[in-house]
């Protein structure tokens, strides 16, 4: 038996950091992990439009890293401080599309965002947050890799061991966010709805309009409440952005519909009857105290522009954000906000999958309400680490 002499390779690891958008659009080439090929470099675009966007502001706090063995790429990470991000009601650093390839990747990667958090004072780091939102979402998804890509709801490969190698570097699973199938049935809580509430369609410039009354509704509710805050006024603007392109090619499907079809439904014609179909954004619906004329309510969900940009029909929703005034919990606002939502948008515009996304498992009253009436699609995990000084 002959015995080779000769030394390994040793694999060599290196670490960069750039702003080179260039650079980093063949990074995210060579490794982005994207389930539909159609969609590859759409996301690479998207990714690369928002970093330069971030880049261009010299107050911004953001890093792109990447690491590279023998000259083979073997991946990066995102790392920023944006100060509308909340986690428990508090400013957090986050990293996200982390992609690594084996441990030692992993491990130089979060080295420098870790880094990357101390110099700015902070002590904690939380991801994956895949930015911009309705792109890449929120968390590691490990169950519900056979579901349709919906924009803004995280992906990522099904074989990658990030999670785990993360688990090692002493990040632990500190959220547990759920995604639930379509809320195939009427709730009968939205049959009892109360008389001083009324339910509107409304135009995108009107829901505009509605910006502070809408940030302020979201602060109550969520700030202090969930462990990741759903954006501030970015993400804001970021859904605006998506009604204005889903509105581009939204159509009445079914322009022969009869709303006496549902005249059982409380609040359904009255809502019908205020709404002008031709100008409406179908994907959001707003709850008002009729004395008052206050915003009490809303279920902004958003259309799957993922279906959009691969030329594709809109049929896919994404019920992203439902709140309710805490005054006016026990009105039946949620189920009617529900049941008239998804009957108008499915009868006339031919929405026919609907998913409710980011529900986290610690949110009693989001359970309680919504998992009686569906059964989970994808299971996604957020992680954090505490940040020691040295």
């Known amino acids: 038996m002959e015995i080779s002499l000769e030394k390994p390779i040793a694999k060599e690891l290196t670490i960069a950091s750039t702003r080179n958008i260039s650079e980093i659009q063949f990074v995210l080439t060579e490794l982005l992990y994207v389930p539909d090929e159609r969609l590859k470099l759409v996301v690479v675009l998207e990714l690369a439009d928002y ?24 991946g990066f990470v995102i790392c920023q401080i944006d100060r509308e991000y909340k986690s428990y009601g ?18 130089s990667l979060m080295k420098e965002c870790e880094k990357f958090v101390r110099a700015n004072k902070f002590r904690k780091l939380r991801g994956p947050v ?7 979402g929120l968390g590691f998804q490990t169950e519900g890799f056979a579901c349709p890509m919906m924009s ?42 109360d008389e001083d509430i009324m339910l509107r369609f409304l135009p995108l410039t009107e829901i505009k309009a509605l910006k502070e009354q809408i940030m302020n509704l979201a602060q109550q509710s969520f700030y202090s409440v969930l462990a990741d805050a759903p954006g501030g006024k970015h993400r804001f603007d970021e859904m605006m952005d998506a009604y204005y392109q889903a509105g581009k090619k939204v159509k009445i499907m079914n322009p022969n519909f009869d ?8 609040s359904f014609l009255d809502t019908w009857n205020a709404a002008n179909l031709e100008n409406i954004v179908s994907t959001a619906i707003f709850a008002f105290d009729r004395r008052s004329g206050e915003l009490v309510g809303l279920l902004m969900a958003q259309p799957n522009l993922f279906q959009l940009w691969v030329g594709e029909l809109l ?16 009105k039946g606002i949620f189920s009617a906000l529900h049941n008239i939502g998804k009957t108008l948008s499915s ?3 031919g929405y026919n999958y609907f998913e409710g996304t980011t529900i986290w498992a610690n949110n009693d009253r989001a359970i309680k309400s919504i998992f009686p009436h569906s059964s989970p699609l994808r299971t996604h995990y957020v992680v954090q680490k505490r940040i020691l000084k040295k």
């Open 51 to 74: 970093l330069a966007e971030k880049f261009s502001n010299p107050d911004y706090k953001i890093r792109f890293f990447y690491t590279t063995q023998n000259g083979i790429l073997t």
């Open 90 to 107: 508090m400013s957090c650093p986050t990293f996200g599309w982390l992609n690594a390839q084996n441990f030692e990747a992993s491990k």
């Open 130 to 136: 895949n930015y911009p939102k309705t792109v890449g």
């Open 152 to 193: 803004g709801v995280t992906f990522n490969d099904p074989g990658s061991n990030v999670l785990a190698y993360l688990k090692e570097l002493g990040y632990k699973p500190d959220a547990k966010y759920s995604c639930v199938d379509a809320f195939v049935k009427v709730w009968e809580k939205g049959k009892e709805l």
């Open 259 to 266: 709303p006496q079809t549902f005249a059982d439904m409380p």
């Open 315 to 330: 049929t896919h929703m994404n019920v992203d954000t439902v709140i309710i005034k805490k005054e006016y919990a026990g």
């Open 347 to 349: 009868a006339v515009y």
